[in-house]
């Protein structure tokens, strides 16, 4: 792994918060383990191994029962360990794949029986090497047939630049981050208010209101960047989604516990039936609807 990788919490708290029956970590990740799962040749970090029993052990601890599994750009376009780690919980986990557009009808029907929904279009430069924006239209037509929808991942800087694009994307669009705000510019800053007016103005896009651990310029408790989740999740309560984020890729500052992660969701959505619906009705409608 990286000489500066920060491992997951080996220990995270018992959270406070109880869990709605039937809750979903919407955005969590598996590494490797290499090498049965080897990262890809073009990935642009190496992290620790964090498996699938590691993630599972999580998910029973911290109370949830399923699992979106997002495939991370370590792995690049080989989506094995992600597939297997659905296809070992069964219908309690799906998967969200990163392809090319020389994937097959095959491997698509595979994926989709492992438990796959989803692809993700990834725009964050130190993420991936750019893709052309053809390619995306092209994979996102062909996976219509299967009724996935498509993840983006994306910095607030490059909205303005990718809003046309976004448009044209048939189907549901999940914004990674709330599309990572600037928190030291205010809730009242017109670059969020740009991504607000993205979401009320096209139905289809949804957003998860995720990693609080990456938005923050004051750190824990995180307390700077409650507005922004609170106005997303006011505004948007059927159409938000959350994750833990486990094991956590690329976090330099420190190392989020996952428990306090969990504690900090009824910060964000404040009545149990906003909590209903971002931990279990929306994510299920979305992932479990066959
Ligand atoms: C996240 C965020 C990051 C990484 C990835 O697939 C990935 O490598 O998603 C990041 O570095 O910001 O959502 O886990």
Redesign the pocket.
């Known amino acids: 792994m990286d000489p500066d990788w920060l491992k997951f919490h080996p220990n995270p708290k018992q959270p406070e918060f109880v869990l709605p029956a039937g809750a979903v970590d919407a955005?969590c990740?598996v590494f490797g383990p290499s090498p049965r799962f080897p990262f890809a040749p073009e990935r642009k970090y190496t992290p620790c191994n964090a498996g699938k029993e590691k993630l599972y052990e999580l998910r029973d601890y911290l109370g949830f029962t399923r699992n979106v599994i997002?495939q991370?750009?370590?792995h690049g376009k080989d989506n094995s360990a992600m597939v297997d780690a659905c296809r070992t919980a069964g219908d309690l986990a799906r998967g969200i794949a990163s392809v090319g557009s020389d994937v097959s009808r095959d491997e698509l029907v595979e994926m989709h029986e492992a438990g796959v929904r989803g692809v993700r279009f990834n725009f964050?430069k130190r993420?991936v090497d750019a893709t052309p924006r053809e390619v995306f239209i092209e994979i996102a037509e062909r996976i219509q047939e299967f009724n996935w929808s498509i993840v983006v991942?994306f910095e607030a800087a490059d909205l303005h630049g990718l809003e046309a694009f976004l448009k044209q994307l048939p189907g549901i669009i999940v914004v990674?981050?709330m599309g990572r705000p600037d928190v030291s510019k205010g809730v009242d800053h017109p670059d969020f208010g740009r991504f607000v007016r993205l979401m009320t103005e096209n139905e289809n896009i949804w957003t998860k209101v995720t990693?609080p651990e990456?938005l923050t310029v004051a750190g824990v408790p995180y307390d700077d960047v409650l507005p922004f989740y609170q106005t997303i999740v006011d505004q948007f309560e059927d159409r938000v989604l959350w994750g833990t984020?486990w094991p956590h890729?690329?976090m330099k500052s420190h190392m989020p516990d996952d428990g306090a992660l969990v504690d900090y969701i009824p910060k964000i959505a404040r009545t149990s039936g906003q909590q209903r619906k971002l931990l279990v009705s929306n994510p299920m409608r979305l992932y479990w609807a066959d």
């Open positions: 955005h990740h997002v991370a750009t370590c964050v993420l991942y990674d981050h990693c990456r984020d890729p690329n």
